[in-house]
């Protein structure tokens, strides 16, 4: 008897030990830091919920923090698995924060693609009443807010693939444990630089730049470390180091990515190798590019690689809605648009870009409806919906001063409100967007900071110019708070521009041999090189007359280019500085000595002051638009005397024709 009592107590331990519990904020699930914003009297918004393979999840609990104040008589908060309403929960009219929590079981979701979706509904007993739907807000905080997974580990645990795991990299389920790079490689540059791709890669497929990374050179297979590992080299380095078996070694015939053997004791070890290190790098680049989805098996040889493109925005550029969204149906959610712009450019106070919408909705009285432009969050324009009885599609334009956009990643929204049927709640306004909807930007022009410049994390977006081909950063190998830091300066500006950058140099080396160089460690004072002088051609003396003039009317007046709107807190301390290292616009930003907090409060910080630089002189010798640009810029009434002095000169050359006829 005492036999059967004893089985059955580990029984029952071993499965309460196997029950476990994962929580994840939103800020990780949604790839985002600041609140969501549900507007208007109905919005829809999707959750994703991460299940990774090997998780038998018995129920999902979601913990909302809701801040929600309108002048209506209710406010209703849907809960739905696809079409399936799942809840409906009154949220109150008050002052500060609320919280809600529910708790359903995991069968209802979708077995692919599980997401919850959150609709927001305002509602109001007065069938007579008008409500101003622009007005209406619901707030939902998205570090407070979070979903769990109540799940134990099935049978398939340990047959994972490449496709889990970057699953596991997208779910944010170990947002709390370091990533763990294992190097076998040993020349130390080639070494930093893999790390770097690694960096990049998990970053953009996490969504977070909030991740911790832990670097290590080791040529022997180490104990079980908390969190996901990442061992990258030769397939001999290791096989020597006993990171792989004869039989992976094998495997690896050209540039691999695999799944290590989790028997090993850690729970995700990804495998990045090659017959040679040239191979190796060729699989760490594909790993850092987040063009490609890995497949759903255990590992894969590279044979074909996507190149790597920048995706920020081109001056003058036209883009079809397309390029950047799915979205066709703007019933229930706001048409939301990622534009990626480069660093270190100027507009014109007066410069628009414009969106034209071909949109087809239901039916609205003048007045009854209106759409509402932001920019980063931040209301830009509106235009009131029409209707028309010779036409199915309305056009609208709307413009967004270019001013408002930054360098990186901009988020623009366009807001739809129609009228509410209030005796009919379950009766939307409907709008479809065509597929020829495009946006048009404006021009711009580029420009080098100056010494007087305050550096800005901003100003680090550089480094994702052309793929990172163009910068170079320094840092001491053997300084473990500067690989910390270089980490983080990775994670941010892949992050904040969405962009991959292989061609980006790592080195210890404080020599500088690129046109932007970032050196973390500090660097001997010497005199800038300065270019021998050359005979050069009145043309070429006429053009630098004219960018000397452009440029300095562009630096004594850039507050006209940085409004308010782009004022952030200014930065904790002066921890970085420009230097100009000669006359061809080549430049450093050299920083001081710091800690780990210091340098990740300045990456959150970013300078309050206007930014003072010169114009590219490197694009006027690549592009002569450029230059009519910059004087345009800089003298907006030269477009002005330039169209008269066009007009008249046509109406000389036809006054002269009609003369000849006589």
């Known amino acids: ?209 909030d991740y911790q990374f832990d670097y290590r050179m080791e040529s022997k297979y180490g104990e079980r470390r908390l969190g996901p590992v990442i061992v990258y080299g030769t397939s001999d380095a290791l096989l020597n180091a006993g990171w792989v078996d004869q039989e992976t070694h094998k495997a690896v015939s050209g540039p691999y990515l695999g799944i290590g053997d989790s028997t090993k004791g850690d729970e995700w070890l990804l495998i990045i190798s090659g017959k040679n290190e040239r191979e190796v790098k060729r699989a760490a680049k594909v790993f850092a590019n987040n063009m490609r989805r890995f497949p759903e098996r255990g590992s894969m040889v590279v044979v074909n690689e996507d190149n790597v493109i920048d995706r920020s925005l081109k001056s003058e550029a036209t883009y079809l809605m397309s390029e950047f969204t799915e979205q066709t149906d703007l019933t229930d959610s706001p048409l939301e648009l990622d534009l990626v712009m480069p660093s270190n450019i100027l507009f014109s106070d007066e410069d628009n ?77 409907a709008v479809y967007m065509s597929e020829k909807s495009n946006l048009r930007l404006s021009s711009w022009v580029k420009f080098i900071p100056t010494e007087g410049h305050k550096v800005s994390a901003h100003d680090f977006f550089a480094i994702a110019d052309d793929c990172g081909k163009q910068a170079q950063i320094s840092v001491d190998k053997k300084d473990p708070v500067q690989l910390a830091n270089l980490w983080r300066l990775l994670s941010y500006v892949s992050h904040r521009t969405h962009k991959a950058m292989p061609g980006l140099m790592i080195t210890g080396e404080t020599e500088q041999r690129r046109p932007f160089h970032i050196s973390l460690t500090e660097i001997e004072v010497a005199e800038p090189y300065i270019l021998p002088a050359q005979n050069v051609s009145r043309w070429d003396g006429l053009k630098t007359h004219l960018f000397d003039f452009v440029a300095g009317k562009g630096e004594a007046e850039q507050e006209n280019f940085y409004t308010s709107d782009m004022m952030f807190s200014e930065p904790t301390s002066e921890l970085a500085t420009i230097k100009h290292t000669n006359q061809e616009g080549w430049y450093r930003i050299q920083f001081a000595e710091t800690t780990y907090e210091k340098f990740d409060d300045f990456m959150r910080s970013e300078s309050s002051s206007a930014p003072t630089g010169v114009l590219s002189e490197r694009e006027f010798s690549s592009s002569t638009s450029q230059f009519f640009k910059a004087a345009f810029i800089g003298y907006p009434a030269g477009l002005s005397i330039l169209a008269l002095f066009i007009i008249w000169w046509m109406s000389a050359f036809v006054s002269r024709a009609l003369e000849a006829r006589k």
């Open 353 to 429: 870009a414009k969106i034209n919408l071909l949109l087809s909705h239901s039916r609205v009285a003048p007045g009854a409806g209106s759409m509402i432009l932001r920019v980063n969050g931040e209301y830009a324009n509106s235009l009131p919906l029409r209707s028309s009885y010779w036409r199915d599609t309305q056009h609208y334009r709307l413009n967004i001063p270019m001013r408002k956009f930054t360098p990186g990643i901009n988020r623009v929204s366009v807001e739809i409100y129609g009228p509410v049927d209030v005796q009919n709640q379950d009766r939307r306004f």
């Open 1 to 209: 008897m005492n036999k059967f009592i004893i089985a059955f107590l580990l029984l029952f331990a071993c499965a309460v030990q196997a029950e476990k519990t994962v929580k994840i904020p939103l800020t990780y699930a949604m790839d985002t830091k600041e609140d969501i914003v549900l507007r208007g009297q109905s919005q829809i918004m999707p959750i994703p919920i991460s299940i990774l393979d090997g998780q038998e999840v018995e129920n999902v609990r979601l913990s909302l923090a809701i801040y929600n104040n309108n002048i209506v008589d209710s406010t209703v908060l849907w809960l739905a698995a696809g079409n399936r309403s799942l809840a409906n929960i009154e949220v109150k009219q008050r002052h500060q924060f609320q919280y809600i929590e529910a708790t359903f079981p995991a069968g209802l979701l979708s077995k692919e693609n599980p997401s919850l979706n959150l609709r927001i509904q305002h509602l109001s007993n007065d069938p007579n009443l008008v409500i101003d739907t622009t007005g209406l807000n619901t707030t939902i905080n998205v570090k407070a807010s979070f979903y769990e997974l109540n799940y134990q580990e099935s049978g398939t645990f340990n047959q994972k693939t490449l496709a889990s795991f970057e699953e596991m990299m997208r779910s944010g389920q170990h947002h709390d444990a370091p990533i763990h790079m294992i190097s076998a490689i040993t020349d130390t540059d080639l070494s930093l630089s893999l790390a770097a791709y690694l960096v990049q890669g998990w970053t953009l497929k996490s969504g977070s730049e």
